[in-house]
């Protein structure tokens, strides 16, 4: 146990001197970024398709053909789990690294909406976001904890049907958000993989584009993903919040021991 928490301090220093040294460093996170904040992941252990078949209650035309039963068996919950989540230390440390100047880009699987409650101003939502709801009308969005619950599916203003601002089964990625996506990850010279499983296309091969053009890719996961040891030049083992908070406060240190040259 000693040598492991040896090996990591070393790799949390070795990030951190890698990060504090780079021109242009964006992230990727996944669902266990916000795992620490409450919400559960979708996949896996735990996962909320292991209680429900998301083709029969998370695709877009489940949801067209009976928008009130998506509502009470998918979307309510989600509502209420989002409406109460709050950013962790992992979300806090990138919007630090933001405001330091390092960090320029997320690139987030994740629907909740709290990479910008922690204060990043520049988030690419493959998956959208759910923290907003969209007319299936007129197009207007409304924040999803301003939505009532009184009726379901709640309704706009113009008696329109709201569905949540996120990509569904059976819909596509938004192409300006793949587009620049791999515009950013091939012109980053730091990729920062965090909390995913890398199992997710298209989102999974943007560390290989990165990793192509000459990026480090650096992984913070629990567990090893198809990235460790062939995409990712080193993984840091462990929860998001912790080690992201760790990194953060030794890039500080050395930007202070920098100036203070």
């Given at each position: 146990m000693k040598t492991e928490n040896i090996i990591m301090e070393d790799l949390i220093k070795k990030a951190a001197k890698d990060i504090a040294g780079s021109n242009k460093v964006i992230a990727l996170t996944g669902a266990g970024v916000s795992v620490e904040s409450g919400i559960p992941p979708f996949r896996g252990e735990g996962g909320l398709w292991e209680k429900i078949d998301p083709m029969?209650?998370?695709?877009?035309?489940?949801?067209?053909?009976?928008?009130?039963?998506?509502?009470?068996?998918?979307?309510r919950e989600m509502k209420d789990i989002v409406d109460k989540a709050r950013p962790?230390?992992?979300?806090?440390?990138?919007?630090?690294?933001?405001k330091l100047g390092i960090l320029n880009v997320i690139i987030t699987q994740n629907v909740d909406g709290l990479h910008q409650m922690a204060g990043n101003s520049d988030v690419i939502e493959f998956h959208g976001n759910f923290a907003w709801q969209k007319c299936l009308d007129c197009g207007k969005k409304i924040e999803t904890f301003k939505i009532?619950?009184?009726?379901?599916?709640?309704?706009?203003?113009?008696?329109?049907?709201?569905?949540?601002?996120?990509?569904?089964?059976?819909?596509?990625i938004p192409p300006e958000h793949l587009m620049r996506s791999r515009k950013?990850?091939?012109?980053?010279?730091?990729?920062?993989?965090?909390?995913?499983?890398?199992?997710?296309?298209?989102?999974?091969?943007?560390?290989?584009?990165?990793?192509?053009?000459?990026?480090?890719?650096?992984?913070i996961n629990p567990e090893s993903t198809p990235l460790t040891g062939s995409i990712s030049n080193y993984l840091i083992r462990g929860n998001a919040g912790k080690i992201i908070?760790?990194?953060?406060?030794?890039?500080?240190?050395?930007m202070q021991s920098i100036k203070n040259v």
């Open positions: 029969e209650f998370a695709h877009i035309d489940a949801f067209l053909r009976d928008p009130a039963k998506v509502w009470n068996i998918l979307i962790n230390d992992a979300h806090k440390g990138l919007s630090k690294l933001e009532s619950l009184n009726e379901i599916p709640p309704k706009c203003s113009c008696g329109g049907i709201l569905r949540p601002d996120c990509v569904f089964f059976g819909e596509m950013v990850s091939y012109e980053c010279d730091i990729m920062l993989v965090i909390g995913t499983s890398a199992l997710v296309q298209p989102a999974a091969y943007m560390p290989v584009i990165a990793k192509e053009s000459g990026a480090i890719v650096i992984e908070k760790e990194i953060v406060a030794e890039v500080e240190r050395l």
